[in-house]
């Protein structure tokens, strides 16, 4: 991670964060969704920087989170493979950023509750935390084609 970023949006803007973090771990370790929840439940820790974490979390909006990721991944892969160029693979994108536009994707299109511009803005600034610029942008490109997607 590159610099601490506080969220606007407050818990649900950490567990967002932490849910990014727990879903690249899912990748890296070949975890369960079962595995993620039952951490989250008994030993969260959610790294915004080298020096500040965070133990609390909207467990409840976590599960749903992580619960409906995996529920419709192939629907969420595909969207957002949707809009990647040509050139790009799915596959070949960073874990990290895999993650993100995953959970981005999720909340945007089956989630719902709460405005799309928060979402859109709490995943950005995520991206802002993990990536260089340009790779924030293609982010917020990707997930700005998906938020429109259908309207």
Not at 72 to 87: A, T, V
Not at 101 to 111: A, D, S, Y
Request: aromatic share 12%; charged share 25%.
């Amino acid at each position: 991670m590159q610099k601490a970023r506080k969220s606007k949006s407050g818990l649900r803007g950490f567990t967002r964060l932490y849910a990014v973090q727990m879903m690249y771990r899912q990748q890296m370790e070949n975890l369960t969704v079962e595995n993620l929840i039952y951490e989250a439940e008994h030993n969260p820790e959610v790294i915004v920087s080298e020096d500040y974490s965070v133990s609390t979390l909207d467990l409840i909006f976590l599960k749903t989170l992580i619960s409906f990721t995996f529920q419709h991944l192939p629907e969420i892969d595909k969207l957002i493979e949707k809009y990647l160029s040509d050139k790009w693979d799915f596959s070949r994108l960073d874990p990290v950023m895999q993650s993100l536009l995953r959970l981005g994707t999720c909340e945007l299109k089956f989630i719902q509750d709460a405005p799309m511009t928060v979402v859109f803005n709490e995943y950005i600034e995520i991206a802002k935390a993990f990536f260089e610029k340009k790779d924030a942008s293609f982010a917020n490109g990707i997930l700005n084609s998906i938020a429109k997607d259908g309207q």
